[in-house]
């Protein structure tokens, strides 16, 4: 009855107030969210008041009901708490519904909706159209299993991906862009199909079938220069600024946005330093008492490539889990860098928390090892992101004999390190360091096979010196030269050592008071020796004579 009275109230009303908004009204849809999303735009000629348009003298500040309707069906349905909003005139208005997913994905296919409007003036209803129907952020994992990123730095960026069967159309309406965040806004950098010389795996005007599809480049232009300008300077400034690849088709009206985050980041090796017997590994290692990060798996981490001009090597590592985000950064000489296996960062709360909420498939890092030129200028990179990696030895001595070393292990006791085994054939990478005057110089690196019993919480392992590697620029060619090198290094330097494999991978700053134990008390008994037969032997000519 109340509807029927309604009815009559509002036929001789509604007229006035059906150019409130324009024509050009839309909706535009968050999967993500379940959320159906009404702009009302304002009416284009609203400045034409007119006795029969009521808009501007008696709306302003009213309280008005909307509701949206897909096929006779409304979200939100009858009896559901309606969505009220207050109108202002001239200005867009978003009024926003919030449906179950079932909800949903009945209304998502769906190329005709309209809305309806109630006023709180005499209880006035209109109705529209809907012009266009917009659905944004489609769960990319939908389309694609995987989606990386591997950029050259200041230059082209590649998009690879591994497609599923997408229902998405070639044709000259698709766009796709690459997504980033800029301070509160979001920018966008086109992509655009290539046109000559193209892979069969590219992203092509007159490419059909879209699950074979792996590549989707954007190649640096002089059209793009600002854009992708833009983008290092953010990505630079934060690594872990919000990137996506996005993918806008149109069916029957009703455009789609397939939005997809990228599931790893990558620098293009452009120079192949990486071939050239340099394998920069980039782990990352939550240990007990610090954090580190592994920068190669080879003997040699010098670039053999074009260098020359590079003087500095930043490092740029970020910690993070669902919950939380840590930070570092260091730069330094790149003489320095090339003679170590690591570099190390203090412990932190942080650190110490990420390290206990530790979860192989939630933890991550990502690492960016930058060379720069003399004015600061990033010349190359390598970024590795990936799983971190939970370090278990609490504490290590190394003991120095001229046959072989021997290191002393700690190991923590967590549950989660027990657990942890290499296997029969992972060798273990070892090098010596001594620091004079702040520089970091190479005492040479052994690979052996031995390996860390995880079960055992205290532990030994020796290795022989015919497990050294032979390369030249160490400070003695032989292992027997090496080791008495380092014996007397240990008294006018720091001399450290590392240990890295599958599992672990420790940085100790000094080799520890144990050494001296091993060779100073036989000093000490020799001098004693040789005192002691030339008093025996006074003594006796003494008698004799």
Not at 133 to 157: L, P, V
Not at 190 to 199: A, E, K, Q, R, T
Request: glycine share 2%; proline share 3%.
């Amino acid at each position: 009855m109340l509807i029927n009275i309604i009815h009559i109230q509002t036929v001789s009303a509604s007229s006035s107030f059906s150019e409130c908004f324009s024509a050009k009204s839309y909706i535009k849809g968050n999967v993500a969210t379940n959320e159906l999303n009404l702009h009302l735009l304002p009416f284009e000629r609203l400045d034409k008041i007119t006795s029969e348009n009521l808009c501007k003298m008696y709306l302003p500040g009213k309280v008005v009901v909307a509701q949206i309707h897909y096929d006779d069906m409304s979200f939100p349905r009858s009896g559901d708490a309606e969505v009220n909003f207050f109108y202002q005139f001239n200005q867009e208005i978003v009024v926003s519904f919030t449906l179950s997913p079932a909800d949903y994905q009945h209304i998502f296919d769906k190329d005709d909706a309209m809305y309806e409007l109630w006023y709180d003036v005499n209880l006035v209803k209109v109705n529209n159209s809907i012009n266009t129907i917009e659905h944004t952020k489609y769960n990319g994992t939908n389309c694609f299993q995987r989606a990386e990123m591997e950029y050259t730095i200041y230059r082209d960026i590649d998009i690879k991906v591994t497609a599923n069967n997408c229902k998405v159309q070639f044709d000259p309406s698709l766009e796709l862009y690459l997504e980033f965040q800029e301070d509160l806004q979001n920018n966008q950098i086109p992509i655009y199909p290539c046109l000559n010389d193209c892979l069969p795996t590219e992203y092509q005007s007159s490419s059909t079938n879209f699950s074979q599809i792996s590549i989707y480049r954007i190649k640096s232009s002089a059209s793009n220069a600002y854009l992708l300008a833009s983008f290092y300077k953010q990505f630079i400034k934060n690594r872990r600024i919000e990137i996506t690849f996005n993918i806008k088709f149109d069916t029957n009206g009703i455009y789609t946005i397939i939005t997809r985050k990228f599931d790893k980041i990558l620098a293009k090796d452009t120079w192949g330093c990486r071939t050239n017997d340099v394998h920069l590994a980039l782990y990352a290692m939550l240990n007990p008492t610090n954090v580190l990060i592994q920068y190669r798996d080879s003997v040699l981490n010098k670039l053999l490539c074009d260098t020359q001009t590079a003087v500095k090597v930043h490092v740029d590592l970020y910690f993070y889990d669902p919950h939380s985000e840590v930070r570092v950064q260091k730069t330094g000489n790149i003489k320095e860098f090339n003679e170590n296996i690591g570099i190390e960062f203090d412990n932190s709360p942080q650190f110490v928390q990420l390290r206990k909420n530790y979860n192989p498939s939630l933890t991550k890092a990502f690492t960016v090892v930058s060379y720069l030129d003399a004015d600061d200028k990033i010349l190359w990179e390598i970024a590795q992101q990936d799983q971190a990696y939970m370090g278990c030895v609490v504490r290590a001595t190394l003991h120095l004999y001229d046959d072989r070393n021997c290191l002393r292990y700690s190991l923590d006791d967590d549950p989660r390190c027990t657990v942890q085994t290499i296997s029969p054939g992972e060798l273990n990478s070892f090098g010596m360091f001594y620091k004079e005057d702040g520089v970091s110089h190479s005492l040479g690196f052994y690979r052996f096979q031995n390996s860390i019993k995880y079960t055992d919480l205290q532990q030994e392992l020796c290795f022989a010196c015919d497990q050294y590697i032979d390369e030249p620029g160490y400070a003695k060619p032989t292992c027997k030269e090496n080791q008495e090198y380092t014996k007397l290094k240990l008294k006018t330097a720091q001399v450290g050592f590392g240990i890295m494999n599958k599992c672990e991978f420790i940085v100790m700053k000094n080799v520890v008071a144990e050494y001296q134990t091993m060779f100073v008390p036989l000093i000490i008994v020799a001098s004693v020796l040789v005192i002691t037969i030339l008093i025996m032997v006074i003594v006796f000519i003494a008698k004799m004579k």
